[in-house]
């Protein structure tokens, strides 16, 4: 055991190898070696540089996003006319990157804090026993009211009733507001400041133009009805219960040309609606929300509550910018040589392996050295290049002399037939 680790150690530390260059003339073994460069060669020139930009370093943007809606809604409920602006109509009023725009509405009015009888259908009772608190939803008072066969209720009466959704929706007008976007894009790594208000894109531009993906793509004004369609919905489907529609922003941007073409592209995507018109069958379909404005008559808080249907809309940047740098590009050429040498250890692992003649290239591809025979060298008093010379002569006699025999594998080179 002990001369075991001394023998290991002695290997380790006293000795070295060195590569042994051999040309091997096989026609099978170069065609494998030279079609495995060339795709190596392919793999780095095709995607590497080409397809994936491996010579440019990359950055994302930090970006901000601003809003503002326009346009006017009117209303006729049951006689009962009506104008909605931008105040009214847009939740939250900020000019946030993510909001909602009402498209359709159920109020009630009027409503004040007290008792009053549960809506016919619901909670029906034909005792007080019927209502005993806490069983439902509501706070019941535990009293039966005889003229809606319902519970009482302490909440803001009159209950709302929001079973029936108006249909058509109230606010189809809403198709015809238009959408303002500023967007500006900062990109750290380079210095580069970008806003989608790009070069040519001024007041008077902005007045008259209206977003178009083939004739006005640049133009930072969308038409709501045509930001539901693109996103793949129908209007008045989408209007009647609501839904959600993503604007993308796409900032891709090559910093080694002029910096005026970098320019956004604006993508529509239907986030949650009713596309196929199959929500009907859906447990919960739409997007709504309950909204109240509160107010006092004749000292009586009082307030007037809507269930809001509308189209929210989020407004998301997504970005990349890429600009040529030298160790991006040296990493990719240096992990490409390195990829060269799978070639190889193929070809080593075919000639030492699976050709006929693998015992002969084992042979050919290395060569041990040992301390005797520098001691046979000097005790001959000739140099140690000189006797491994005489030494590889001798072998070359020997490996003739095997050639003779029908099942030898010795000899320097391979011919194919």
Known sequence: MKSQITNALSDFFFEYETPRQVLVRNRRVGVVCR????????????????????????????????????????????????????ADYVFPPQGDSSFVVMTNYIITEGQSMGKCPELKGKHNCSSDADCEGGRLKRQMTGVCRNETKTCEVLAW???????????PPLLMSAENYTLFIKNSVTFPLFGVTRSNLVEGIDAAYISK??????????CPIFKLGDIVKLSGFNFETIARVGGAIGIVVDWTCNFDVDVKHCKPKYNFHGLYGNPAETDKA????????????????????????LKVFGIRIDIIVQSLARKFDIIPTLTAIGSGVGIFGVATVVCDLVLLYLLPK?????????????????????????????????EANARQVQGTDQSNEPDSEAGSTETEK
């Open 209 to 218: 133009c209206l977003h178009s993906p083939d004739k006005a793509p640049l």
């Open 358 to 390: 693998r015992e002969f290239y084992k042979n050919m591809k290395f060569k041990y050295t040992d301390t005797q025979a520098q001691q046979d060298s000097e005790s001959l008093g000739l140099d140690t290049s000189v006797y491994y010379a005489l």
């Open 157 to 167: 009466c009159p209950v709302e009733d929001d079973n029936i959704i108006p249909d």
């Open 282 to 305: 859906r447990a919960s379909v739409g997007y709504n929300f309950r909204y109240a404005k509160h107010y006092l008559e004749d000292k009586i808080q009082k307030r007037t509550l």
């Open 35 to 86: 079609l495995i460069q060339l795709g190596v060669l392919a793999y780095i020139i095709g995607w590497v540089f080409i397809y994936e930009k491996g010579y440019q370093s990359t950055d994302t943007a930090v970006s901000s996003v601003f809003t503002k809606m326009k346009g006017v809604g009117y209303t006729n409920v049951d006689g009962d006319e009506r104008v909605w602006d931008v």
